[in-house]
């Protein structure tokens, strides 16, 4: 893939971090949460080329720094935590999975037993941001595929959307709870 200067800054900015594995994460998260807001093309694809991790952690990381960032932006709580609080928060558990959040944060507890402890959704096993960031990774991967190139204009209609759903559905959890 050609980079062009704003997808070749942020390249450049995620290949170049130092720091511990826990902060290098957690500044990713907020590279991808930044470029996404500010319409960088690709970008997902393009932090995760310069992470070396899948575009499915790349999400994963993003929506937790969103939800990290909406709810306790000072939480001591390893980006995990986050990342299973934002694949399975939903309208219904949104107060159970901050308390739920709140407990992990006395401490005490391994992220394998707080995983144990989720409050889940009486509705659905799969939380419909999951479902949501599945489909757009699975459009990302069809986009790289040389046969898919005749409908990349129709498969990049529906990432877009998918990822304006997710980011919809995270803001009315926000508005909910203020």
Do not use: H
Request: with cysteine; aromatic share 6%.
């Amino acid at each position: 893939m050609k980079y062009n200067g704003e997808q070749l800054a942020l390249y450049n900015r995620v290949r170049t971090r130092t720091g511990t594995i826990e902060r290098l994460r957690w500044d990713i998260a907020r590279d991808a949460a930044d470029a996404e807001e500010q319409g960088v093309e690709a970008w997902a694809e393009i932090v995760s080329a310069a992470c070396g991790r899948e575009p499915s952690t790349v999400y994963d990381w993003r929506r937790a720094w969103i939800l990290r960032k909406s709810a306790k932006p000072k939480s001591s709580l390893s980006i995990s935590f986050w990342v299973t609080a934002a694949n399975g928060i939903t309208e219904e558990n949104y107060t159970d999975v901050m308390d739920w959040l709140a407990e992990c944060e006395q401490g005490g507890i391994t992220l394998e037993a707080a995983r144990r402890e989720f409050p889940r959704s009486a509705k659905d096993d799969k939380p419909l941001g999951g479902l949501l960031d599945g489909l757009a990774d699975k459009i990302s991967q069809l986009k790289t595929r040389d046969d898919a190139a005749i409908i990349d204009e129709q498969l990049e209609i529906a990432l877009v959307a998918l990822r304006t759903g997710r980011l919809k559905l995270i803001g009315e959890l926000d508005r909910e709870t203020a």
